[in-house]
């Protein structure tokens, strides 16, 4: 188990992990139709232009050679961010839970944006996303007063915000 920096022809795996992710967090969240019409091409697409711009720093987390994870992050992108730097995105495999994957990453993401001089960062994730809130609040990230709700398929979504200083 290791994490690298993404590289193109990683599109396909992040799009499948992607993909396979949301349909595994946000069943209740998000309409069934919604997470049924995913389109992994369409998210490849999208990584390609992604990877291919280079506009976020992207984590693979792999497993036998195979990517399992992806973090993407970079400086903040909030019009009046809380912290210099973002967490993005952050998604595995369903199958890797517990492998220890997740802590792999999450250490590789905090030390990448440390090293690019962010001494604090923050995420947003779903409010009712149990899973997901849990791995933070154990490593450390803190929730803070920050929400925002965003539209999926004609359903709305709570995100919160965490907090935690990279080092």
């Known amino acids: ?3 690298r920096p993404v590289v193109a022809a990683d599109a396909a795996a992040l799009a499948r992990i992607h993909v396979a992710a949301w349909r595994s967090a946000y069943v209740g969240l998000m309409p ?3 997470l049924a019409q995913l389109d992994e091409s369409r998210f490849e697409r999208g990584w390609e232009i992604a990877i291919d711009e280079g506009v976020s720093t992207m984590l693979a987390g792999v497993i ?3 990517v399992k994870g992806f973090a993407t992050l970079g400086r903040a992108r909030d019009e009046d961010p809380v ?3 973002q967490l993005y995105a952050f998604n595995l495999l369903p199958a890797t ?4 994957l997740a802590l792999e990453l999450h250490g590789a993401a905090l030390a990448s944006l440390a090293g690019a001089g962010h001494d604090a960062a923050y995420l947003w994730v779903a409010e009712r996303n149990p899973r997901a809130r849990r791995f933070y609040e ?3 990230w803190t929730l803070d007063e920050g929400t925002k709700t965003e ?3 004609g359903r709305e ?3 919160v915000r965490y907090v935690r200083a990279t080092s």
């Open 157 to 159: 979504l709570v995100e």
């Open 64 to 66: 036998d050679e195979q």
């Open 32 to 34: 069934d139709a919604y």
């Open 97 to 100: 839970f517990g492998s220890g």
């Open 151 to 153: 539209e999926f398929g």
């Open 83 to 85: 912290a210099p730097g």
């Open 1 to 3: 188990m290791h994490v």
């Open 138 to 140: 154990r490593e450390g």
